[in-house]
């Protein structure tokens, strides 16, 4: 149990700092994109950024299976944590860096308890729309035969992609951008799923209380009706007393009168 305790509190104090790393990555994964003429410096920047908060998540995950009071079952429950961080080093590449970090922050995002379905999930969808834009622009810029070369086009295609309209007039031709259209489109449908189905609970939570309430009403009237009853039977009981209090005050009188000479 002390374990454990010491587990909460290491992810409660660095759910605030991870955050803000994942930010950071996001800044430092865009800005090559975005800015494709940038120096070689800042290009070297942006990718010692990304692998430094690579290694904040991996740090992050060594420290929780150390504080983890069952260490093999920790890693049974978090192996997109592991695949997340051992998936860099397999094969360093940017888009599997962004991968990695997409997965261990929502992972960290799902064990926050204060964080709410709608909030995650217009999470998902922002960061979706944004890292799926850069990355099928950053594969598909310089495709011989792609016809999605600004950052423009990449938006447009990730609306168009997530909503599953898919208009055809932007789309990926080379492996890895159909790769990535296929994960934003199974995304897509299934934050869709999400969403329906959150609305349908309401709609179902809400009949259940007005129904609730209605039972309520039902049994408070006829606790009232018992009640009324109640107090009917009493009140005949209590008009009978008194009538027949007067019969029997009235038999001294008689007897009063036949003693009169």
Not at 9 to 22: I, K
Not at 89 to 99: E, G, K, M
Request: charged share 20%.
């Amino acid at each position: 149990m002390k374990e454990q305790s010491a587990q909460v509190r290491w992810e409660r104090r660095t759910q605030t700092p991870l955050l803000g790393f994942a930010v950071l990555f996001a800044v430092a994964y865009a800005v090559p994109i975005v800015m494709p003429d940038a120096s070689g410096t800042v290009h070297r920047a942006c990718t010692y950024v990304e692998w430094a908060v690579w290694g904040a998540f991996a740090a992050d995950y060594v420290v929780r299976l150390g504080l983890a009071a069952d260490r093999r079952r920790f890693v049974r429950t978090h192996w997109l944590d592991l695949a997340a961080v051992v998936l860099p080093l397999v094969q360093p590449l940017r888009l599997l860096r962004l991968v990695a970090t997409l997965m261990l922050v929502g992972r960290r995002a799902r064990m926050a308890p204060q964080i709410r379905l709608t909030t995650y999930v217009a999470g998902a969808v922002v960061g979706l729309l944004m890292f799926g834009s850069l990355a099928v622009l950053s594969v598909e810029r310089d495709a011989p035969d792609g016809n999605i070369k600004n950052l423009g086009d990449a938006v447009w295609w990730s609306f168009t992609t997530m909503t599953t309209v898919g208009y055809g007039d932007h789309s990926p031709t080379t492996g890895l951008g159909r790769v990535l259209a296929v994960g934003l489109m199974l995304s897509g449908i299934a934050l869709l799923g999400v969403v329906t189905a959150n609305i349908a609970a309401w709609f179902i939570a809400r009949f259940e209380r007005d129904d609730q309430v209605e039972r309520l009403h039902l049994a408070a009237l006829r606790e009232l009706q018992a009640e009324v009853r109640a107090l009917r039977a009493e009140v005949a009981r209590l008009g009978g007393g008194p009538a027949r209090g007067e019969g029997a005050a009235e038999v001294p009188a008689e007897v009063s009168a036949s003693r009169v000479p």
